[in-house]
């Protein structure tokens, strides 16, 4: 079992930085890649970002590459989602997920979800 708990998420503007960040319990945090997913307003959840075990593998949506910058610390069982230059599409739920052993990035498929943090870009 692992409990996700996200937090960092705020109202900003346009161009400005945020970075998220999931605490894990649990023992297995390494065993597990993890994901970022977001879910705008009115739409499906979709994937962003997606990090591998050991930290040193890692895939995004094209919308945010160049942008967005997933990470992981192990020693800490938490995994960020630095944002930069954020734009009014940005604006979503974002949820942290453990993906199981390899990144993947199916909604279906995730192992377990946090409750998701709000963030909201504004022009």
């Known amino acids: 079992q692992v409990t996700l708990v996200e937090s960092g998420g705020g109202l900003v503007q346009a161009g400005d930085s945020l970075r998220l960040s999931c605490a894990a319990s649990g023992r297995t945090f390494s065993s597990y890649a993890m994901g970022w997913y977001r879910q705008p307003p009115g739409k499906g959840r979709l994937f962003v970002a997606g990090?591998?075990?050991?930290?040193?593998?890692?895939r995004y949506l094209d919308f945010v590459k160049g942008r967005f910058t997933i990470s992981r610390d192990n020693a800490k069982n938490t995994v960020y989602l630095q944002m930069n230059s954020l734009k009014p599409d940005d604006t979503a739920v974002y949820y942290c997920a453990a993906l199981g052993p390899k990144i993947h990035a199916s909604v279906d498929h995730a192992d377990y979800w946090g409750q998701g943090t709000q963030v909201t870009v504004s022009l």
């Open positions: 990090i591998n075990r050991h930290g040193n593998n890692t």
